[in-house]
Every structure is written in C-alpha cells, then in structure tokens.
C-alpha cells in the first residue's frame, strides 16, 4: 500500500486566534517565540485591561497608566526571550508593570522635591539647583 503525504493547510487568521484564545499562557508565549507573531496579539488582550487597572490604582493617573501599559507591553516583547517559562507569565508581566509603577511613584516624589528646591533656589541665589538637590538627597530626615 502506498503512502500518501498530505500537506496540512495553513490555518486562517482567525482559527489562529481561536486556537491561541483556547491555549493557556504558556503555549501562547511559546507560540509567540516559535515565530506566530499573533501570538503577542492575544497576550497583549489578555492582559491590556487588568494592567491599565493595577497601575491606575497604583500611581492614580489613568493618562500615565495608558503609557505605562504600553512601556509594559514593549519590555514583554523586548524580553520574552528571556521570561523562564517554568513560571507564570502573568507573575513576570505583572512584576514589570509593578516596577514600571513604583519608578513612576519614585520619579514623582523627586520632581516634588526638586520643585520645592527650587524656591530655595530663587530665594538665596547663590546656590544652584543641583547642590541643593544634592543636599536636600543627602540630608537626614
């Protein structure tokens, strides 16, 4: 009996996407890095929405959030190569997205303290505003 070879059918758009919305995150993400570039779509859909949530309720901005969410998306798609995928993907998205937040909360404090030195500044003028900073930085609370 001869065998026959049967070529298999590239899959449509959007069986692709049914059966990417069908995986759990690990096969998405192992998908994404075998070359299906639909796949980062479908994580990004997931996860777009709760991301917007948690840092919103973090840093209390819905404008910055937006943007933080995007810089969330880009790390992902910058550094999947390097998620271990014997862990949660949603453990190591929501990780960058807290860090992203926390830098915001952190940058935020020293642009209010470098706004209140500057009138230091502009009051005893011989001062600069970077030694200032520097002593405002160093000084004990």
């Not at 949660?88 to 470098?114: G, Q």
């Amino acid at each position: 009996m001869a065998e026959v070879a049967f070529k298999r059918a590239p899959l449509s758009g959007a069986s692709i996407r049914e059966r990417l919305r069908s995986q759990d995150d690990a096969a998405v993400v192992s998908a994404f890095l075998t070359g299906e570039e639909r796949a980062f779509q479908e994580l990004v859909e997931r996860y777009q929405t709760r991301l917007l949530n948690f840092i919103y309720r973090t840093i209390g901005d819905r404008e910055k959030a937006e943007d933080l969410v995007q810089e969330v998306f880009i790390r992902v798609y910058r550094h999947i190569h390097r998620f271990d995928r014997s862990k949660k993907f949603s453990t190591w998205v929501y990780t960058i997205a807290s860090n992203l937040a926390k830098n915001e909360l952190r940058n935020r404090s020293r642009k209010s303290t470098t706004d209140r030195c500057s009138c230091f500044v502009s009051s005893k003028g011989s001062r600069t505003r970077r030694s200032l900073r520097l002593r405002t930085a160093t000084s004990a609370p």
